[in-house]
């Protein structure tokens, strides 16, 4: 939490992460912080804001597995379920 916290306190230095003190905040503080900073540059809110849907995932699965050069240096093996949970997850950013 601590390097949470401090990764926070230089992306948003006046903000709440200035005020945090107890660790059980400063893993809450580094999310925030940077979806602020997503909405404040424009960000579309995930895959579903360019387009793509839950009915999408399976061929976007089929697609990343193809790239093999990026998933070779994952630090945990990527499997399809793991990559359609990654994707699902990724339709919405945030509320």
Known sequence: PERHLAAARLLDPDGAAAHAGRS?????V???VLVD??????MPN???AVGYGEADVPDLVE????QQRLLATAPRE???DA???VLSRSLQLWD
Do not use: K, Q, T
Not at 24 to 28: G, I, P, T, V
Not at 37 to 42: A, K, N, S, T, Y
């Open 63 to 66: 697609g990343s597995l193809r």
């Open 83 to 85: 990559l359609a949970g």
């Open 24 to 28: 059980s905040e400063a893993r809450d």
């Open 30 to 32: 580094l999310p925030g």
């Open 37 to 42: 900073l997503m909405r404040d540059i424009g």
């Open 78 to 80: 990527v499997d399809a």
């Open 46 to 48: 995930g895959l579903s």
